[in-house]
C-alpha cells in the first residue's frame, strides 16, 4: 500500500489525500509593481476561497523558443522582488532555477525550488536543488513517462530531501501540441509523493506562434478538472491581470478575472474526489 506523503511549506500542507493548494501567479516577473499587486489580488482571493495558495513567478525564461523571446528579469533582481512579495504579503513563493549555482541563491527567497520539465534529468541540478533542504516542484519531462519520475524523485530522496512533489504538464505529441494522459497521476502518486498539475502548460502550444509559444487557455479549466477528479494535492496555475499583453506564455495563462468561477468549481470536484479517492488495486486478484 502506498504510504501518502505530506509536504508542508509554511502552514500548507501538499498531499494527495489533503485539500488541493494552489501554485499561482504570472508566468514571469514583470516588474516590481506588477508583482505585488498580482501577489495581493492572489492572496485576498486564496484567503476567501480558504485555498493554500504559494506565489509563482519566474525570474528567468530560460528555455524561449526564440532569442528575440523576453526571458525575464534576471536572477538578482528578480530574487530581490520575490523577496519583497513574500515580506508584504506573506506567501510562500516558488520560482525555477536552471542552474545548480543558482540553487542556493534562490533558496535564501523561495520556500519551493521548482525544476523545469526539460531539466527533470539533470542530476547536478536535483542534486544541488536537494541542497538546500527546500520542497522541491520536479515538473515531469515532456518526453518521460509517468513512472520514469521515481527515478528522479529517488535522486532527491538519496541526497538526503525528502520534501519532493512530482508535477505533470503534458506530454508531448509533436506539431506544437501537448497531451495529458491521466492514467499519469495515479501512478506518480504510487511514490507517496504529492502530486502537482499544471493546468495551464498543459495547454501551451511550444513554438506555436513561429518565433514564440501558442496556448489554448480555453481548455485549462477543463484540464484541470480532470486532474482534481482523479486527485492531486496541488494545481499550478498560471495567471494574469492582461494575459494577451503579457511578456510570457500570454496564450495559456488564465485572466485573474476569471480564477474565482474556475476555482469555485474545482474545490466542489476536490472534496468529492478526495471521499472517494481513486484506487488502482481495485481489480488486483
Known amino acids: 500500500m502506498t504510504v501518502v506523503k505530506t509536504v508542508k511549506v509554511g502552514n500548507i500542507e501538499f498531499a494527495n489525500d489533503k485539500p488541493f493548494a494552489l501554485l499561482a501567479g504570472p508566468c514571469a516577473i514583470e516588474s516590481r509593481q506588477h508583482a505585488l499587486e498580482m501577489a495581493t489580488a492572489l492572496k485576498e482571493l486564496a484567503s476567501a ?76 541540478l536535483l542534486m544541488a536543488a536537494a541542497a538546500t533542504g527546500k520542497a522541491i516542484n520536479v515538473k515531469k519531462g515532456q518526453f518521460l513517462a509517468p513512472w520514469d519520475m521515481a527515478n528522479v524523485a529517488d535522486k532527491i530522496a538519496e541526497a538526503g530531501n525528502g520534501n519532493i512533489m512530482l508535477c505533470d504538464r503534458g506530454t508531448s505529441f509533436g506539431y506544437n501540441t501537448l497531451v495529458t494522459d491521466f492514467r499519469g497521476l495515479p501512478i506518480m502518486a504510487r511514490q507517496g509523493y504529492p502530486i502537482v498539475f499544471d493546468a495551464t502548460h498543459s495547454v501551451q502550444q511550444p513554438g506555436g506562434q513561429g518565433g514564440t509559444s501558442g496556448g489554448q487557455r480555453e481548455f485549462a479549466p477543463v484540464l484541470a478538472r480532470a486532474a482534481v ?34 476555482l469555485s468549481v474545482l474545490k466542489e470536484l476536490d472534496a468529492i474526489a478526495k471521499a472517494n479517492p481513486v484506487r488502482l488495486d481495485m481489480f488486483d486478484a
Open 229 to 262: 477528479s482523479v486527485g492531486v494535492a496541488a494545481l499550478f496555475i498560471e495567471t494574469h491581470d492582461n494575459p494577451d499583453a503579457a511578456i510570457s506564455d500570454g496564450p495559456n495563462q488564465i485572466p485573474l478575472g476569471k480564477l474565482p468561477e474556475v
Open 49 to 124: 476561497m480558504g485555498i493554500g495558495l504559494v506565489y509563482k513567478s519566474s525570474f528567468d525564461k530560460a528555455n524561449r523558443t526564440s532569442n528575440k523571446s523576453k526571458r525575464g528579469v534576471g536572477l538578482n533582481e528578480g530574487i530581490d522582488i520575490l523577496g519583497e512579495v513574500k515580506d508584504v504579503t506573506g506567501l510562500p513563493i516558488v520560482t525555477d532555477v536552471h542552474l545548480p549555482d543558482q540553487c542556493a541563491a534562490v533558496a535564501k527567497v523561495a520556500d519551493i525550488l521548482q525544476i523545469p520539465a526539460f531539466l527533470c534529468r539533470q542530476t547536478d
